[in-house]
């Protein structure tokens, strides 16, 4: 595993093609929430979810995947104590997690889709340059935009943990990285501040520990 450099954030991909060894390192209470779960789509991804984060951030804290204890801030948002700042986002059939030393950082993934209230949301959320440009769009890209645009949003709204309806603090500058793995997403990660460099870390791989194509 590389060490998380300096002003460097670590981008992992993973899908849901959920492995039986996952389910056995989430703690009580995750398991319970995944067993709550009504479809068995959202219980498989819960899980896959839930499990690779804890075997990446095992391996960065060096400590062992389902020893580690998360605690919630008050958005909910998950952290570690002692550990790098990260996020995770899914949609559709895979993840990403953002993992960073020294600053709070947000990730949002969408898989590309129509929206009904396409133009209710963006007029409520977007700022007036993201709505005219959302409207300027030719009609084939307009979604593409809409979700540039929306994740770009979320991803700031997760890495300062305010949410969208909070006001963010004034004078706080961001960075922000079009990190979208496909044409079938759009993604986007937000860190405060300036100079930072984003690394592709690959997908996480299928199988157990023990396999080589589990992330090392």
């Known amino acids: ?7 460097e954030i670590h981008l992992w991909s993973a899908s849901f093609d959920i492995a039986e060894w996952l389910f056995p390192l989430l703690s009580d ?4 929430r995944a067993r709550r779960f009504r479809f068995e789509r959202d219980r498989h991804r819960f899980i896959a979810s839930r499990g690779w984060l804890r075997v990446l951030l095992g391996r960065y804290l ?20 002692g ?15 953002a993992i960073c030393a020294e600053e709070e950082v947000g990730v949002d993934l969408e898989a590309i889709r129509e929206i009904d209230d396409a133009e209710a949301i963006a007029r409520r959320h977007f700022a007036p340059d993201e709505i005219a440009r959302w409207l300027a769009a030719p009609p ?16 700031v709204a997760k890495a300062s943990g305010e949410g969208l309806a909070a006001a963010l603090p004034a004078g706080d500058t961001w960075s922000l990285f079009d990190v979208s793995p ?34 090392d």
Request: net charge negative.
């Open 1 to 7: 595993m590389a060490p998380l450099g300096e002003r």
């Open 29 to 32: 209470d995750e398991r319970e």
């Open 62 to 81: 060096q400590t062992e995947s389902a020893a580690l204890c998360f605690g919630y801030g008050p958005k909910g948002k998950p952290y570690v104590e």
């Open 83 to 97: 550990g790098p700042h990260f996020n995770l986002s899914h949609s559709g059939g895979m993840a990403l997690l």
């Open 140 to 155: 084939a890209l307009r979604t593409k935009v809409f979700f540039d645009c929306w994740t770009r949003l979320e991803a």
């Open 182 to 215: 496909s044409p079938a997403y759009a993604a986007a990660l937000a860190v405060r501040g300036q100079g930072w460099s984003v690394r592709s870390m690959g997908q996480c791989g299928r199988a157990a520990p023990d396999s080589e194509d589990h992330p």
